[in-house]
């Protein structure tokens, strides 16, 4: 009789493991993806803090260098060195650091782009602007996204999802001087 129970416990067992399993590796990502889109949404408002102050008007014309209505500066996180975008990328890479240094990003490997409304291969400031709709290509608008992949762990979970998942958000705001 009392074999009879070991089995039937083994038999239980084997039914009741993966469903916990992936019940607890369903939450884990849960939580995963929650942190991740508060670093990606923090990393998205500190990159256009940075990019609105008048020491960023030269990354702005820079981007505007090639002429047309905006100027479009991408990279990863963390920038590398002699990027155009490197001191605001480093900024938003300390977003989310465990170590105190751009390299220790949470988010490493996110992409950062950041556009700005030109006008004669230059950024537009307030002073320059002839708008003030953000949505208006003569105003003085910056436009900030910031997109993340996320790898799931849990198995099967990526075919009703995806797999990874794109935590990206995306923030306006006008120059400050």
Same mark, same amino acid.
């Given at each position: 009789? #009392?074999?009879?129970?070991?089995?039937?416990?083994?038999?239980?067992? =084997?039914?009741? *493991?993966?469903?916990?399993?992936?019940?607890?590796?369903?939450? =884990? &990502? @849960?939580?995963?993806?929650?942190?991740?889109?508060?670093?990606? #949404?923090? =990393?998205?408002?500190?990159? *256009?803090r940075i990019a609105v102050l008048q020491p960023?008007?030269?990354?702005?014309?820079?981007?505007?260098?090639?002429?047309?209505?905006?100027? !479009?500066?991408?990279?990863?996180? +963390?920038?590398?060195?002699?990027?155009?975008?490197?001191? @605001?990328?480093?900024? !938003?890479?300390?977003?989310? %650091?465990? #170590?105190?240094a751009p390299t220790g990003t949470a988010i490493?490997?996110?992409?950062? $782009?950041?556009?700005?409304?030109?006008?004669? #291969?230059?950024?537009?400031?307030?002073? $320059?602007?002839? =708008? %003030? &709709? +953000?949505?208006? !290509?003569?105003?003085?608008?910056?436009?900030?996204?910031?997109?993340?992949?996320?790898? /799931?762990?849990? +198995?099967? /979970?990526?075919?009703?999802?995806?797999? +990874?998942? !794109?935590?990206?958000?995306?923030?306006?705001?006008?120059?400050?001087?």
């Open positions: 009789m #009392n074999r009879h129970r070991r089995a039937q416990s083994l038999v239980e067992l =084997a039914l009741a *493991l993966p469903v916990v399993l992936l019940l607890g590796l369903g939450v =884990a &990502d @849960i939580g995963r993806g929650y942190f991740y889109r508060e670093a990606v #949404n923090n =990393a998205a408002r500190q990159a *256009l960023q008007q030269a990354t702005g014309d820079t981007a505007c260098h090639g002429g047309g209505h905006t100027g !479009v500066l991408t990279t990863t996180l +963390p920038p590398a060195s002699g990027n155009p975008l490197q001191k @605001i990328g480093n900024e !938003v890479s300390m977003e989310s %650091t465990y #170590n105190g490493a490997g996110a992409t950062l $782009t950041v556009t700005w409304h030109c006008n004669a #291969n230059i950024a537009l400031s307030q002073a $320059t602007a002839t =708008a %003030t &709709d +953000p949505s208006d !290509v003569n105003s003085d608008a910056i436009d900030v996204q910031v997109s993340y992949s996320m790898s /799931l762990i849990t +198995p099967f /979970l990526g075919n009703f999802v995806g797999n +990874p998942v !794109v935590i990206s958000t995306e923030v306006q705001g006008r120059m400050e001087y």
